[in-house]
């Protein structure tokens, strides 16, 4: 159980064009869904947080006009990139989780979609 | 501020045991994860410890200290697909994980 999708793997695409990363929780609903941008030997770096009908919270830094975010339901959220330029050229990573006080902190655990290489010519 | 701190980079070698360690200072605290990254690929759950003391998880244990503020994982008879980064994560008063920057563990033969 507990498995999260992303797509797609990989996109290249051209500069100025935007890019749309889907991201799904299959076997359980997401209250709340993550996103994630990963450079080269860097660390996960938080984009932004996004709660299923509610406008995402950004990160300091993250601009929200260019990283638009959709959460329409509880199994899907969607990260489009707009005008893409090269140095957005990275690894987005989505996750989810169930995250309820009552179940305790466990269900908290972030369960990871497998990835977009994003590549920017 | 929030901090998580772990050693950048540890090698060891193939057949042995490695401790990495994790201290942070979290406005609160509601648990501690540990992940295991493999280059290019994504997260995935290694183990969760709220309360103090060893959970053992096979060759993976994981130990919390939370009056030290301090974690550690510890890998025991290494292979090499050991070889990845861990990531060291606090949940906060607010159920928001903190990341550590991670520690890339280098196996050798």
């Known amino acids: 159980g507990a498995v999260v999708s992303q797509h797609p793997s990989r996109v290249i695409c051209k500069s100025g064009t935007s890019v749309k990363i889907e991201c799904r929780s299959l076997d359980f609903q997401a209250t709340t869904m993550f996103w994630y941008r990963q450079f080269p030997k860097q660390s996960l770096m938080l984009m932004a947080t996004?709660?299923?009908?509610?406008?995402?919270?950004?990160e300091q830094g993250v601009e929200k006009d260019k990283f638009l975010i959709n959460h329409a339901s509880l199994t899907l959220s969607t990260l489009t990139v707009t005008s893409a330029h090269p140095e957005d050229s990275s690894f987005y990573i989505c996750?989810?989780?169930?995250?309820?006080?009552?179940?305790?902190?466990?269900?908290?655990?972030?369960?990871f979609g497998p990835g977009t290489r994003l590549t920017v010519t | 501020g929030q901090n998580i701190d772990q050693p950048t980079e540890m090698t060891a070698t193939e057949g042995a045991i490695v401790q990495i360690n994790c201290t942070y200072q979290?406005?609160?605290?509601?648990?501690l994860f540990w992940y295991q990254q493999h280059a290019g690929e994504a997260p995935t759950f290694l183990s969760y410890?709220?309360l103090d003391g060893l959970e053992e998880k096979g060759r993976f244990s994981s130990f919390l200290s939370r009056s030290k503020g301090y974690s550690y994982l510890l890998l025991k008879e290494l292979q090499m697909k050991d070889s990845a980064s861990y990531l060291c994560a606090v949940l906060d008063s607010n159920y928001q994980l903190i990341w550590g920057a991670g520690t890339k563990l280098i196996i050798k033969p």
């Open positions: 410890n709220v």
């Open positions: 979290t406005s609160g605290f509601n648990g």
């Open positions: 996004s709660n299923e009908g509610s406008k995402a919270t950004y």
């Open positions: 996750s989810a989780r169930v995250g309820s006080g009552l179940a305790g902190g466990m269900s908290y655990e972030q369960y």
